[in-house]
């Protein structure tokens, strides 16, 4: 199959990542678990929690600065600006616009996308049509999440998967440099929702004591469930994105994940016939950040040199909804 010519690249990213650390034996202080079994289940040691003050658009406009610097791209130059946010600050108006008063992207249009753990896969993908059909010249994908303001502290079962966290990343026209997304895949099934969400705060359930006192605004899960899903979903999508870039998987010189849990990267790159050693992993120092942590994780592999010019990258990503989705990237 002849390869496809990027429309857009990814000129640079960002990241930010609160400095408060907080260790499975800090958890284990407070909820009836272990280092031990946290570790074995799930690969995760440590995750940032951010303070009260540190907001989801405070996180994403730190992300976004730093990448927009690397890019060379000033404030009033962006044409569209999407967030990605499964906690926004506050629900009118969108995360996106607080972001924009934050940077001072006064020419931008900007909106939230709610797509859960897959976000920033969605917003590359919208960014990269907003920009083919020559809306705008500079897009900003920000995936900004705040987990621990929307977790239950009391629930061992959750609380010790997720971590804050923001990441970023500066889109642009291609302009034939061969480097950029080579293909995207994107899907979601909304009768699996009830696998992982928050059941009451919205419309249908409005905050009311009994609400609060029985937690049903915070976030549940079947975890069971979600793997099973989740490894079916992203080896699929690494599939089918690989297929339409033309690719194979040994032509991938990095595979970028979601960071929820070791065994679903493990067995996700199993699935996709990509060995550990070009699989990048933060998911023990961060917990799931949401849709910050494919970001994140492509900013540290960038910085770390496990990406070069050139090389080939796969980023898949899963969450509730249920979303799924992955881009095949050459940077
Ligand atoms: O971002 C995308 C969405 N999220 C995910 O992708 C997460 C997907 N799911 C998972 O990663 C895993 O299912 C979990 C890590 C959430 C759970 O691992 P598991 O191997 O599926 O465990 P389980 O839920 O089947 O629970 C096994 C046992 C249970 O005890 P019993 O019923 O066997 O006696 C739980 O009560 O582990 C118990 N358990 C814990 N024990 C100690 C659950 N949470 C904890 C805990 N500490 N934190």
Known sequence: MRKPEPIVEVAATGRYLPDCVVTNDDLARR???????????????????????????????????????????????????????????????????????????????AFDVMAACSGFIYGLSIAEGYLAAGRGEVALVVSAEKMSSIVDWDDRSTCVLFGDGAGAAVVRPANGSGRGILSSHLRSDGNLANLLHR???????????????????????????????????????????????????????????????????????????????????????YGNMSSASVPVALDEAVEQGRIKAGDDVLMVAFGAGLTWGATALRW
């Not at 549940?220 to 994105?241: H, I, Q, T």
């Open 31 to 109: 909820v009836d678990t272990s280092d031990e079994w946290i570790r074995t289940r799930t690969g995760i040691r440590e995750r940032r929690i951010a303070p009260a003050e540190v907001l989801a658009a405070d996180m994403g406009a730190a992300a976004a600065r730093q990448a927009m610097e690397r890019a060379g791209v000033e404030p009033g130059e962006v044409d569209i600006l999407i967030v990605s946010t499964a906690t926004p600050d506050r629900w009118l108006p969108s995360t996106a616009c607080d972001v924009q008063a934050r940077l001072g992207c006064s020419n931008a249009v």
């Open 199 to 285: 059941p009451a705060g919205g419309a249908a359930m409005p905050l009311t004591e009994a609400v609060l006192a029985e937690r049903s605004h915070l976030v549940r899960m079947e975890g069971r469930e979600v793997f099973k899903n989740a490894v079916r979903s992203m080896a699929e999508a690494a599939d089918l994105a690989l297929q339409q870039a033309g690719l194979t998987a040994d032509d991938v010189e990095l595979l970028v994940p979601h960071q929820a849990n070791i065994r679903i990267i493990e067995a996700t790159a199993k699935y996709a016939g990509i060995p550990m050693d070009r699989v990048f992993v933060n998911v023990d120092r």
